[in-house]
């Protein structure tokens, strides 16, 4: 093969250089795209971060974040129960079969309305024995007048007009400790002056109510054989009931009597109820080291009912401590969150720890600092700001 010339090996190398360069031109704007792209995606926006135009910041109060004067509160389950002071357990004071039956639970009943009655042979023995002491007091009565006619006419000594007297005393007593014995029983008096002037024995014996209330036991029959002592009946006025709690062992000390405590009661919805304390134990319940706690409220509607689920919000002592109000948190995925300012017109949503509310303030654990500028009302409209950012 004859070898080409050297003109024409020149042209092809010319050539060789020119389309090496064409080719270098056409991929550089490609990378430099690629590049471009690559940087852009790497500067992604905040979503915590809202901005705002100047006229629009002007809708929000921004506050800086402040010490106040926080009153420890604490929350303790507790129930209703009725007020021993105001309940009474009534019986019979004689051995007796209840012949009638007139009062049920949640009966309302007044001082001295009969509950039931119960027929008693230690009732007609009681009966008779005032009887006797009633005729042996008249027999006594006559004889000392009939000693002082004796007296004066000087038939007698005076030793004879003081004996007699003497036996008149006795046999008063023994009268009056027989009407006090059918009182004790269950007579009226105007039944026992029925006695008194008839003679007329009755047969039956009423049991009363002792005070005015709510019937909320019965533990009696009709046919029944009741015995002295044995509780027939309960009758309780809730016009005042307790509250029963019981405080951890570490906080017994944190509470002291006649502190106001403040009652809700789920059964009542949102309504709030004030009692004081009456009781702290000095005890500790060794299983559960709680010390009960009972709290006395005034329950004029009887909305209050034993056995209620209550719970207890206790007020301790005043710290000082940084506290925001409830109107600048924003609640979100179950956690707390608030606006704080970074300029004229940036914020930037900001997690923080917060203590249950005491008032209108939500004491601060952690995540905020004293005097950080937050916005304090339209937290709210401000969130939705940023949502809308987001979204766009």
């Excluded at 031109?25 to 915590?48: F, Q, R």
């Excluded at 006559?142 to 007296?151: F, H, N, Q, S």
């Excluded at 203590?355 to 950080?372: F, I, M, S, Y």
Aim: charged share 25%; with cysteine.
């Amino acid at each position: 093969m004859k070898p080409l010339p050297l003109s024409t090996l020149t042209a092809l190398l010319v050539a060789s250089l020119l389309l090496a360069a064409c080719d270098k031109k056409e991929s550089a704007p490609a990378a430099g795209s690629t590049g471009g792209a690559t940087k852009a995606a790497a500067k992604p926006s905040d979503p915590m971060l809202v901005e705002l135009s100047p006229e629009m910041t002007k809708a929000f109060r921004v506050e800086p974040a402040a010490m106040s004067d926080i009153a420890v509160e604490q929350k303790v389950s507790g129930r209703i129960e009725a007020n021993e002071r105001m309940t009474m357990r009534i019986g019979s004071s004689v051995t007796g079969r209840v012949m009638q039956v007139f009062a049920e639970v949640g009966d309302r009943v007044k001082a001295g309305q009969s509950l039931a009655t119960l027929s008693s042979p230690e009732l007609t023995n009681a009966q008779l024995a005032f009887l006797r002491a009633l005729s042996m007091s008249s027999l006594a009565e006559r004889a000392v007048e009939r000693a002082k006619a004796l007296v004066a006419a000087d038939v007698i000594g005076t030793a004879e007009l003081q004996r007699r007297e003497v036996e008149l005393s006795v046999a008063r007593a023994e009268l009056r400790a027989a009407h006090d014995q059918l009182r004790l029983i269950g007579l009226r008096e105007e039944t026992i002056e029925k006695l008194r002037a008839t003679g007329a024995i009755a047969s039956e014996v009423n049991i009363r109510a002792t005070r005015s209330g709510i019937v909320i036991e019965r533990k009696v029959s009709q046919g029944q054989v009741a015995q002295p002592g044995d509780p027939l009946f309960t009758v309780a006025d809730l016009s005042n009931v307790w509250v029963i709690g019981a405080l951890p062992e570490q906080d017994a000390n944190s509470v002291q009597l006649n502190q106001k405590v403040d009652v809700q009661v789920s059964a009542l919805g949102a309504q709030k109820l004030t009692g004081r304390i009456v009781f702290v134990s000095d005890t500790v319940q060794p299983d559960t080291r709680t010390v009960p706690i009972r709290t006395e409220v005034n329950n004029p509607k009887f909305e209050l009912k034993p056995q209620m689920l209550a719970t207890l919000t206790l007020s301790g002592q005043h710290v000082k401590q940084l506290a925001i109000p409830a109107t600048a948190v924003v609640r979100e995925n179950d956690k707390d969150y608030v606006f704080v300012r970074l300029a004229e017109n940036k914020f930037r949503l900001t997690e923080v720890m917060l203590d249950p509310a005491a008032g209108e303030l939500r004491p601060v654990r952690k995540g905020l600092d004293e005097g950080t500028p937050i916005v304090v009302d339209g937290s709210f409209h401000l969130n939705s700001q940023r949502k809308r950012a987001e979204l766009e």
